[in-house]
C-alpha cells in the first residue's frame, strides 16, 4: 500500500564520513522525486529534487541517485556533518501530490 | 517572520469533542495543503487547496473538514473526535499545485485521550 519507503528508521555517522540514505518506491508514474530535511518541533523543509529522466543531481554536499529499474534512490552526504542531524524524508510527486517516505533518523557522531 | 504558522502547538482532548486547527501562510502561495503523520511516522496528504478551491481530498473521513477563507489560511475542523485522530498535522503551501516545494508549518500534535 505504502508507495515510498524508507527501510532503516536510523543511521548513525560519524562526523567527516559519507552518509547514504535509501528509499524505494513502486509507482513508475512519479515525475519527481525529493528529499526533505526535519528538525525536532519545525516542518520539513525541502532539500534536494531530482526529476525521473535524470539519474543524478547534486547540490553542494548533497547527491541524490535515482536507479528506475531498481526504482531505488539515495541520498548521499558528504562529508556528514553535526548540522545534518536531523530525520530525512524521501518523497516522490505523482497526480499533483507528494507521497512520502517514514523518515530516516540521521546522527551524526563527532 | 513565520512563512507558515499553525496554531495551537499541541491539542490535547478528549473522545467525541469538536476542535479545529489554524494555517497561515505569508508566502503568497496559492496552494495550501494539510497532511497527517500517523503513528507509523508515515506523512500523508489530506488535503489541498488552490484559490479556496479543494483540488485534492484523500480518502479522510468526512468529520474531517477543511475551510478555506482565503488564499493565505487553510483551517481544519475535526468532528468528533476518536482515539486514531491522534497524530501530528502539518499545514504546507506552495507557489503552485503540484509543486514538488513545498513549505511546512511546525505541525500540531494532536492527543485524543
Known amino acids: 500500500d505504502q508507495q515510498v519507503k524508507q527501510n532503516s528508521p536510523s543511521l548513525s555517522v560519524q562526523e567527516g564520513r559519507i552518509s547514504i540514505l535509501n528509499c524505494d518506491y513502486t509507482?513508475?508514474?512519479?515525475?519527481?522525486f525529493l528529499w526533505y530535511k526535519k528538525y525536532p518541533a519545525e516542518g520539513p523543509t525541502f532539500l534536494i529534487s531530482i526529476s525521473s529522466i535524470k539519474d543524478k543531481n547534486e547540490d553542494g554536499r548533497f547527491t541524490v541517485f535515482l536507479n528506475k529499474s531498481a526504482k531505488h534512490l539515495s541520498l548521499h552526504i558528504v562529508p556528514s556533518q553535526p548540522g545534518d542531524s536531523a530525520v530525512y524524508f524521501c518523497?516522490?510527486?505523482?497526480?499533483?501530490?507528494?507521497?512520502f517516505g517514514q523518515g530516516t533518523r540521521l546522527t551524526i557522531n563527532p | 517572520d513565520t512563512a507558515v504558522s499553525q496554531t495551537p502547538k499541541y491539542l490535547v482532548t478528549q473522545m467525541g469533542n469538536d476542535k479545529s486547527i489554524k494555517c497561515e501562510q505569508n508566502?503568497?502561495?496559492?496552494?495550501m495543503y494539510w497532511y497527517k503523520q500517523d503513528s507509523k511516522k508515515f506523512l500523508k496528504i489530506m488535503f489541498s487547496?488552490?484559490?479556496?478551491?479543494?483540488?485534492i481530498n484523500e480518502t479522510v473521513p468526512n468529520r474531517f473538514s477543511p475551510k478555506s477563507p482565503d488564499k493565505a489560511h487553510l483551517n481544519l475542523h475535526i468532528n468528533s473526535l476518536e482515539l486514531g485522530d491522534s497524530a501530528v498535522y502539518f499545514c504546507?503551501?506552495?507557489?503552485?499545485?503540484?509543486?514538488?516545494?513545498?513549505?511546512f508549518g511546525p505541525g500540531t500534535r494532536l492527543t485524543v485521550t
Open positions: 504546507a503551501s506552495s507557489s503552485t499545485t503540484g509543486s514538488y516545494e513545498q513549505y
Open positions: 509507482n513508475s508514474m512519479f515525475d519527481y
Open positions: 508566502l503568497g502561495h496559492d496552494t
Open positions: 518523497a516522490a510527486r505523482g497526480a499533483q501530490k507528494l507521497v
Open positions: 487547496y488552490n484559490n479556496k478551491e479543494l483540488i
